[in-house]
């Protein structure tokens, strides 16, 4: 399966350099843009691996030579709004997982880069599916367990599939950071001791940047990392699933002014007012969520609710440690949207919403011309069990032919 | 019935004022008398029952698994049991029956899971791999919330089983969601724990069971510490049959060889968790050398044996998963296990295991089998008659049939349609989820689950839980 599918994108990758100009129509009996409305006996002409049209078939004339594929329905290629595979592995034994390091609970340097790996079989798998984008990285469980990054689910280095190489960093609250080391032991410890770093780097920054070079401490990437966050370079990606630990991100967000984006969030239907006045967004848990632990409160209808309340939101697959080792927004979304979400806000929520949550809208999320090419074809309502996943197709690339 | 005497006296002791004590007590006991003719024939029928008026469901689209389905029919209920099921102006409607219109729905039989570790039980310790004598009933809370899952999926009879962390983690109990439920008695499925067989066996091979020891570090390990259990049960049986009738010639009761020798009789099912190709062929190995008609359990690598497995004829139980992995056996799971097995035969049934997969959504598994490549109506069956063969009460439930339990669910639409709602479960007659009262069941939420019963959960090991 593994080898087939490097050998497709390989051959892939061979034709599109020999045949720079192709063009590619996609023809389906309905198209989702997640753009505008429902499009019927539709057409996404693609050159270069760009979209350069998308229309009606009665008005948009496909250009001989094109190569043509015909589906039944058609979206934008899926955006996981936050996984941990390519560091999170399928054997689940220790060499795989690399989402989270128990060293130190506060590890903000630790690059998401230096860990993917763009062959895990749990990528090939989202893709297969129709994940094209995902936000991968450092996963829940540390206070920061480092950093995320938005990659498109091909290329066979990390390089060839990064769209952000720095999207996060991802932070934790809440009783599960003390499964996994000696201290904190309670919240608000934990609390203490991001707020204690958070100072530091204030001051890090503030003598980074002082006349006299001389008098510059030396380079410390922990700090320099946090430093970061609180010039509003990169978000904080604050796991947070019981309302006690939402408040408590909203307010560490207030009191250093750094951009936040809530994770998890399962109780967000008890804090809807305090979410929605501060602006920040959501990268909800799977709708599918196990209900233990910290998810215990998790609801089908948090997504309806969050959609309901105007606050801007996206579904991820999150982190999963056992079996299955990773969950697809596709099957998440099609639950949200049975729950009161509905089918075209749900269909957003893992397309266009979790691309402009991301910063990457301008080249993912909806088919609209000047976007990349990520395309899923499918033969029938995408969010039915029964419906296959047929085709992936990646900036212009077919990578996956095979329903399911 | 102690149970039912006990609330009685509970009665009349709150009533009790000291004047009007004799009158009490001479109604209670005539309260009494009456409850425990009534919780009699409950034992006897297995059922509420009574003479409740009937029930007629009408013009729904009937989905009675093991015959066609009826695009607008009627069923009736009485007493507990399905009276009647037939197209509309085939079956007579009894009067004075409470008639429900159910036009624009579907009715299928309620959904029966042969695999969930629902309720917080617990089954062996951490002292031997092989504990039959343990029994799962002795643990389970049925006053747990969780158990709202199951009725809101649409769940009537379930298997619930101690863990796969060991070679054979003790004695499965089958239960049925009944309305109330203040003792796992008033759930059970056999008329009394002490005597009959209430459940199954749990065995697992793979990794599951691997441990330190007294537990296997290996396969072969394990299978060795299974083979020497069963011969051990074939000794004690051989003695019982030589003892005969003669008490002093009789060996010690031993109460982990009595269910052994069950399980080798054919009376307890074996439900066997087996992963990997290679730990599947075991289990057909140890079945063939033993005698025994294991239900095969999970099968992620199912698809590569359906053959064997068929040539075997055993009957599978499966689950499906959004993805592959979390464990090395679990590297190849596939949705087109159901429909390979079909393919070749064999009997299929579809779990939750909950809480891997929760049991909110059996119906959807049976969509993903459907996916896969199973036929309809193979993947309806898998939820509801194939599991009642697998647990021998398909005489009683698993299809809408005149003489079974009335435990059936009602649903928006179509069974497989993301969009489709359980709007009720009933079990025996009695409506025990209903979507306009208990949405929040469905939903999830803050209050809606214990929050003890869930950080109890969480508590353990994930391999006891889990598959």
Known sequence: ?404 | MSFATEKVDSIGRNEGMKRRRKRNETRARAVALALSTAVGMLAAAGAVAGRETAIALTGARLIPVGGPEIADGVLVARGGKIAAVGATGAVRIPRGAEVRDLRGKVVMPGLVDTHSHLGRGSGGDRSAPLQPEVRVLDAVDVRSTNFWKARAGGLTTLNVMPGSGHLLSGQTVYLKLRDGGATVEDWLLCADASRRICGGLKMANGTNSQRQPPFPGTRARSAALQRGLFLRAVEYREKLARAGADAAQRPDRDLGLEAMVEALDGRRVIHFHTHRHDDIATVLRLAAEFGVRPVLHHLSDGWKMAGEIARAGLPASITLVDSPGGKQEALDVSWSTGAALERAGVDVAIHTDDAITDSRFLLRSAAMAVRGGMSRAKALAAVTLAGARMLGLDGRIGSLAAGKDADFVVLSGDPLAHVTRVEETWVEGRKVFDLARDARYLAGGRDAYDRDADAADHRIDTREIAE
């Open chain 1, 1 to 404: 399966m593994t080898r087939k599918t490097l050998l497709t994108l390989a051959c892939g990758a061979a034709l599109a350099g020999a045949l720079g100009a192709e063009t590619l129509a996609v023809r389906a009996q309905t198209i989702w843009t997640a753009a505008g409305p429902r499009l019927d006996d539709g057409v996404v002409l693609v050159r270069d691996g760009k979209i350069e049209r998308v229309g009606p078939a009665a008005e948009v004339a496909i250009p001989a030579g094109a190569t043509v594929i015909e589906g039944e329905v058609v979206t934008p290629g899926l955006v996981d709004a936050h996984t941990v595979v390519g560091l999170s592995g399928i054997l689940n034994i220790d060499h795989d997982q690399d989402q989270l390091d128990t060293t130190a609970p506060i590890q903000p340097e630790l690059r998401a880069l230096d860990a993917y790996n763009p062959r895990e079989r749990l990528v090939e798998w989202l893709r297969e599916l129709g994940v094209t984008t995902i936000h991968t990285g450092h996963g829940p469980g540390a206070l920061a367990a480092g950093q995320t990054m938005v990659a498109k689910t091909v290329g066979e280095t990390v390089e060839q599939a990064v769209l952000r190489p720095e999207a996060m960093v991802a932070m934790t609250l809440g009783p599960e950071v003390g499964d996994n080391f000696e201290s904190p032991g309670t919240r608000a410890k934990g609390v203490a001791m991001l707020r204690a770093d958070l100072v530091k780097a204030q001051e890090y920054a503030k003598k980074r940047t002082t006349e006299d070079a001389e008098k510059r401490p030396a380079r410390d990437l922990k700090l320099e990392t946090l430093a970061r966050v609180l010039a509003g370079e990169l978000p904080a990606l604050v796991t947070a699933h019981s309302a006690v630990d939402i408040v408590t991100a909203l307010r560490l967000a207030r009191e250093f002014g750094f951009p936040l984006v809530l994770d998890g969030a399962s109780e967000a239907y008890l804090v809807l007012d305090e979410i929605r006045g501060t602006g920040v967004p959501v990268i909800l848990h799977p709708t599918m969520a196990r209900l233990s632990g910290e998810t215990r409160s998790a609801s089908l209808e948090t997504a309806a609710k969050l959609a309901d309340a105007g606050i801007p939101f996206a579904i991820q697959s999150g982190y999963e440690p056992y079996v299955p080792k990773t969950r697809v927004v596709l099957f998440e979304a099609a639950v949200a949207a049975a729950n009161g979400l509905g089918f075209e806000r749900a269909l957003a929520a893992v397309t266009i919403d979790a691309a402009r949550l991301l910063g990457v809208a301008d080249r993912v999320g909806s088919l609209e011309p000047g976007k990349d090419a990520d395309l899923v074809v499918y033969d029938g309502d995408p969010f039915e069990y029964t419906t296959h996943v047929c085709k992936v197709i990646v900036d212009g690339r077919l990578v996956s032919e095979e329903c399911r």
